[in-house]
């Protein structure tokens, strides 16, 4: 039989995704979304899609989670982006309140899922979400690492004119400034970046990788990424759905591994049909584990305030 895969919120992130999952042929995708009209809408012209792309994933469009039951995997990219006015503080709350509710209901409707946020503040929104759905942590992960190192990996590939494909890039931490991109552990071939691009090179991309969302956003004006995330996620989708044992680093409850207790952060973790089925530990040095630290306790500080 094939797998059930829920988008909820068809904007531009969760529309995108609906597509690279059906184009992947995961499974037949349900896109859920409150705005009436808006999900059927894009559903039937991406169904229509298939025969011309030639994909045989069924991908219908709905605002009710009755259609979404008994769902494998569950990508929530449900939320408001921030506007003129509105502080960190606002939006915080008010993604907040979007994923309590869009949670309750797949916790409801699709109760062996795997969870997937990808609403931003994402660590903090993944967090709750584990919170809401009373899911075990192996079933409630956030994307962040993929496209965070995805970003990074093109940086390397254009800076050095090789191909994306013999990039590996490792970025850890929360999905924000006080991410932490690995250059040690960033390879081309086998070989660590620190060996092939000088250090002032290093630093310009390691910046530039953490504010890539904000680059992004002043050029748009209007709105934010979402091609790059949309691709990270499916390949989350995928990783699960074929059991591909695959290691990407994604937001992950800690139990004590670097040294951090329950909190969501990004670090490297086996991808499979059970979800996270091992966190990769990293040696690192002492300067990247106090930044680890730094950005696990900016998370904490913000899930505090939620009271999640
Ligand atoms: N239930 C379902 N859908 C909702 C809900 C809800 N409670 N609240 C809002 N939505 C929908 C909106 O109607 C909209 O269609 O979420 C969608 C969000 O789409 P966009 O505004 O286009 O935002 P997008 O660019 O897709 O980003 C979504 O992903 O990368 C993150 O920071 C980004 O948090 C943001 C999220």
């Known amino acids: 039989m094939r797998k059930k895969i829920t988008v909820i919120g068809a904007g531009n992130v969760g529309a995108t995704t609906a597509l690279r999952i059906a184009e992947k042929e995961l499974g037949d995708v349900v896109l859920l979304d409150i705005v009436e009209g808006l999900p059927q809408g894009l559903g039937l012209d991406l169904y229509e899609s298939s025969p011309i792309s030639g994909f045989d994933s069924k991908i219908i ?13 569950v990508v929530v990219t449900a939320g408001l982006a921030r506007k003129p006015g509105m ?8 993604n907040a309140a979007i994923i309590k509710s869009v949670v309750q209901q797949t916790a409801k409707y699709s109760p062996d899922s795997i969870i997937i946020i990808v609403t931003n503040p994402l660590d903090i929104m993944t967090q709750l979400a584990k919170k809401i759905s009373g899911f075990p942590k192996n079933r409630v992960l956030g994307m962040a690492g993929v496209l965070d190192s995805g970003r990074m990996r093109s940086f390397i590939a254009e800076a050095l004119n090789i191909s994306v494909k013999d990039v590996s890039a490792m970025v850890l931490g929360g999905h924000g400034d006080a991410m932490v991109p690995l250059p040690r552990y960033t390879c081309v071939s086998g070989k660590p970046i620190t060996d092939l691009l000088p250090a002032d090179k290093i630093s310009a991309i390691v910046e530039r990788t953490r504010k890539g969302g ?13 091609y790059a995330p949309s691709a990270a996620a499916a390949q989350m989708v995928e990783a699960i759905i074929k059991d591909k044992k695959v290691v990407l680093p994604c937001a992950a409850y800690l139990e004590g591994e670097y040294g951090l207790k329950d909190v969501y ?13 091992e966190i ?25 305030k939620l009271g999640a």
């Open 61 to 73: 469009g709905t605002n009710d989670y009755q259609d979404t039951k008994g769902s494998d995997v």
């Open 87 to 94: 502080s960190r503080e606002d939006l915080l709350q008010k």
């Open 214 to 226: 904000a680059e992004i956003v002043n050029l748009l004006k209007t709105g934010s990424a979402y």
């Open 265 to 277: 952060i990004g670090v490297p973790a086996k991808l499979g049909s059970n979800g996270i089925e």
């Open 280 to 304: 990769i530990e990293l040696k690192l040095s002492a300067a990247e584990l106090s930044a680890l630290k730094k950005s696990a306790d900016v998370v904490k500080e913000n899930v505090n």
